[in-house]
């Protein structure tokens, strides 16, 4: 299931790499006033009638992202190193990985021969550095990002260790920071080896149709003390 926070960072990729389908895919929600009157709950009705289909955001929300936008693509990195003709937005990838078909989606990417790098937008509540590093093992960034470099290797060839991830940071919290970080290899490889655990032991709960859960033997209850008063 989808959280709040992915929901918002699903937005974010469409207004900074997609901004030409956002008219088409999202509808600004205006204010309907005091909603117990009648008038106010059916204007807010119709409204939605003619939005069916579509993602609906508040005013709020959709500033929110314009500034974020904005101070993304005013950012000299940006100009200087993400934006080009050679670079693939939202890139969709099928591909086989240890006998394993997966799916990826690369925010952008760039596959010539001599420079193969990968960018991935993450929407971050605080863009300090030791913070977005201890984010990358909560969420699981580094898996996440061997994982698309192996899907990158598979679209636009070269080995795991040519490849360069870069992460770029957005603050969702004015005035919108925004960083840009890579990630050593050697960490990079490290949750490759992991991903290729984990596949591996798919591949054998598929084969014996056997799922890790909580064990097979009764286990006892240890209830607290505080329970037992009477």
């Known amino acids: 299931e989808t959280t709040p926070a992915m929901e918002f960072g699903t937005l974010l990729h469409m207004y900074a790499l997609q901004p030409e389908i956002v008219h088409d895919k999202i509808a600004v929600m205006p204010e309907f006033g005091d909603l117990r009157k009648k008038e106010n709950k059916e204007a807010k009705l119709i409204w939605e009638q003619q939005n069916i289909g579509k993602i609906h955001i508040d005013e709020k929300t959709h500033l ?9 693509h005013n ?39 001599l420079n193969r790098i990968i960018w991935d937008i993450k929407t971050v509540d605080n863009v300090d550095k030791d913070k977005f590093i201890r984010s990358i093992e909560t969420y699981g960034y580094d898996t996440q990002a061997a994982f698309y470099i192996q899907a990158a290797c598979s679209e636009f060839g070269g080995s795991f260790e040519d490849w360069t991830y870069n992460v770029i940071a957005c603050c969702k919290q004015a005035p919108y920071h925004v960083r840009f970080f890579k990630l050593p290899m050697t960490y990079l490889l490290r949750a490759k080896r992991k991903n290729e655990q984990r596949l591996a032991l798919y591949k054998q ?7 890790p859960g909580y064990g097979k033997d009764v286990e006892e ?9 009477e």
Not at 221 to 229: A, D, R
């Open 64 to 72: 929110q992202l314009n500034a974020m936008v904005y101070k993304l």
């Open 75 to 113: 950012h000299h990195q940006w100009n200087w190193s993400v934006c080009g003709i050679k670079y693939f937005h939202e890139k969709e990838i099928y591909f086989n990985y240890n006998d394993v078909e997966c799916k990826a989606q690369l925010d952008i990417v760039n596959g010539n021969d």
């Open 205 to 211: 709960c598929i084969l014996w149709n056997d799922w």
């Open 221 to 229: 209850l240890e209830i607290p003390s505080w329970f037992m008063k």
